[in-house]
């Protein structure tokens, strides 16, 4: 069992930056953020594996970097350029399936969510 802890997040203006950061408390072959706003689904935000390959949603492409040390089996979102629509709860998921995957059913280790809240 793999239990994720998080760290980061809060409240921003339009065009302000936040880092969250995920560690994980065993190895992981893929890591991501997921986040769901109210009423909403969970998609998928980016996902990084333990090789560097990398997956990011259209909608934050060029204002988000997914990166991770291996070593600390840790994984950090650097968010850039934050819009009110990025509001939502974070969440960062890990998997041991071998393969990259934006699925989230693909991801049985959950954290427990940190709030992220861009004010316009």
């Known amino acids: 069992q793999v239990q994720l802890v998080e760290s980061g997040g809060g409240l921003v203006q339009a065009g302000g930056s936040l880092r969250l950061s995920c560690a994980a408390s065993g190895r992981t072959n893929a890591m991501g953020w997921f986040r769901q706003a109210p009423g909403k689904e969970r998609p998928y935000v980016a996902v990084i594996h333990w090789t560097g390959n990398t997956y990011y949603a259209d909608s934050v492409k060029g204002r988000f970097t997914i990166s991770r040390d291996n070593a600390k089996n840790t994984v950090y979102l650097q968010m850039n350029s934050l819009k009110p629509e990025d509001t939502a709860v974070y969440y960062c998921?890990?998997?041991?399936?071998?393969?990259?995957?934006?699925?989230?059913?693909?991801?049985?280790?959950w954290g427990q969510g940190t709030q992220v809240t861009v004010s316009s």
């Open positions: 998921a890990a998997t041991t399936k071998l393969s990259i995957t934006t699925t989230l059913t693909d991801y049985p280790y």
